[in-house]
């Protein structure tokens, strides 16, 4: 688990890619545009409007994360539970899963990783947010390197924005103070380190794939032989 005091927060991207020039505007508005919301209808009482969310509103369980896409942590919770949990829980229609923004790891390279998700198609956000997971130890190495630059305009343009666009992004202070929302939230609920997960407003530890059968399967009612081949098929889609 990534951890982190209350007392960093956005320190902002502008340092970190000077080279990327003023930002521009553009003309279809794709990298400028704010947070989108839904209306109340859409969320649950655990949601806020401008959340990222996957699942039926109406599931007995609500699953929030707080994550950063430069926590290894993250990474790998991503990689190796999550399948498992959006098969067996979220496409079951048992759990609807709100995913959100918080930084920990490199907080620059976070932030800059989580704008370009938001400045994006938002349809696509949560494949955006897989593809930082699956490239964070590129990305990691090549900041190393002091590449970083180069390697989120190859994020960008594999998200679908122009690097123009990508310059204009990272100057969005829309996007920096949806970013420092959700952390203030998210250290007002408690958290200190991600990822950090909350079932229906409480705090829990579903850290591994045997965790979260157990944590969840407890709060369903359910018991293992329950979870059939049927209910977990074999998901292909980067959600």
């Known amino acids: 688990m990534a951890s982190l005091i209350r007392t960093t927060l956005l320190i902002g991207t ?19 545009s704010t947070p989108t919301t839904a209306s109340t209808a859409d969320r649950t009482s655990y949601e806020r409007p401008d959340d990222h969310a996957i699942g039926r509103v109406d599931a007995p369980l609500v699953i929030v994360e707080y994550a950063s896409v430069t926590c290894p942590g993250c990474s790998y919770w991503h990689q190796t539970v999550y399948p498992e949990f959006k098969a067996r829980y979220v496409d079951t229609g048992k759990v609807r899963f709100v995913f959100r923004e918080f930084l920990t790891g490199n907080p620059q390279l976070a932030e800059a990783g989580f704008k370009i998700a938001l400045c994006a198609d938002p349809d696509n956000y949560f494949k955006n947010i897989k593809l930082q997971f699956d490239r964070l130890q ?14 989120y305009i190859n994020l960008a343009k594999a998200s679908g924005l122009s690097e123009e666009e990508f310059a204009t992004c990272m100057a969005n202070e829309a996007h920096r103070d949806h970013i420092n929302s959700k952390m203030e939230q998210g250290f007002d609920e408690g958290v200190t380190g991600t990822p950090a997960f909350f079932i229906n407003g409480k705090a829990a530890k579903i850290g591994s794939v045997e965790a979260m059968d157990e944590v969840l399967m407890g709060l369903l009612g359910e018991t293992p032989s329950e979870v059939t081949d049927e209910e977990t098929p074999t998901v292909e889609s980067a959600e």
């Open 14 to 32: 502008a340092a970190l890619f000077t080279a990327c020039g003023n930002a521009a505007e553009t003309t279809d508005g794709t990298a400028t």
């Open 138 to 151: 590129q990305i990691t190495q090549m900041a190393q390197a002091g590449n970083a630059r180069t390697a």
